[in-house]
Structures are given as structure tokens and as C-alpha cells.
């Protein structure tokens, strides 16, 4: 089992920048790691994901060259600098984890990931 624990999300003035950390513990190995979001009555979506050996990322149209994700492995730990904030990026921000398969199509069907955190939130006002 995999659990995990956001923290970084707060409120912030567009433009403004904020980073999120997300710190994974119990059966860590070779996850691939990603952040989703999601707003009340819309679906949740992918923000970015990275595979276990940084080999690979993959970023949302909407945040791509704004936003980066990261990971330490050694510390069990995944990062999301967000830069250049924006209203539309409020919401509720969402660790997740799984093992193998498609990155990319894990960042389009969140219904695949295996592990969830409970959410931290960001708010940014205009």
C-alpha cells in the first residue's frame, strides 16, 4: 500500500508562484508520481506526471512552461513549482501514484491512478 501526503497549496495573487510537495510512504518502488486538479462540478484532471526514473514527463497543455514537477527519490518526495499563476489554476491539487503503464495516458484518464492523496488547495485571485 501506498500512502501519500500533499502540502504547499495556499492562496496567492495571479502571477504569483507557490510549490507543492507531496511525500510518499510504504510500498514507494518504482511509482510513477503525478498531480492532478479538480474544481467543484468539473472532473478531475491531469496537471503532470513523471515516471520513477525521471525519464519521462509529461505536463497539460494548460500549465505547460509554467508549472514543473520534480521528484527526489531518496526522500520519497514530488514537487510542483507553479509559476505565473492564474485564476483558472484554482483548485483542489491531487498526489496520485501508480505503477508502470502509459504515462501519457495516465495524465489524460486520472481513473487510472491507484493511489490518491487528500488534496491540498490553491487559490489564486485576479
Do not use: H
Not at 63 to 86: A, C, H, K, P
Amino acid at each position: 500500500q501506498v500512502q501519500l501526503v500533499e502540502s504547499g497549496g495556499g492562496s496567492v495573487q495571479a502571477g504569483g508562484s507557490l510549490r507543492l510537495s507531496c511525500v510518499a510512504s510504504g510500498a514507494t518502488s518504482s511509482l510513477y508520481m503525478g498531480w492532478f486538479r479538480q474544481t467543484p462540478g468539473k472532473p478531475r484532471e491531469g496537471v503532470a506526471t513523471i515516471d520513477d526514473g525521471d525519464r519521462a514527463i509529461y505536463y497539460a497543455d494548460s500549465v505547460e512552461g509554467r508549472f514543473t514537477i520534480s521528484r527526489d527519490n531518496g526522500r520519497n518526495t514530488i514537487y510542483l513549482q507553479m509559476n505565473t499563476l492564474r485564476p483558472e489554476d484554482t483548485a483542489m491539487y491531487y498526489c496520485a501514484a501508480k505503477r508502470g503503464g502509459d504515462l501519457l495516458a495516465w495524465l489524460l484518464k486520472p481513473s487510472e491512478t491507484q493511489n490518491w492523496g487528500q488534496g491540498t488547495q490553491v487559490t489564486v485571485s485576479s
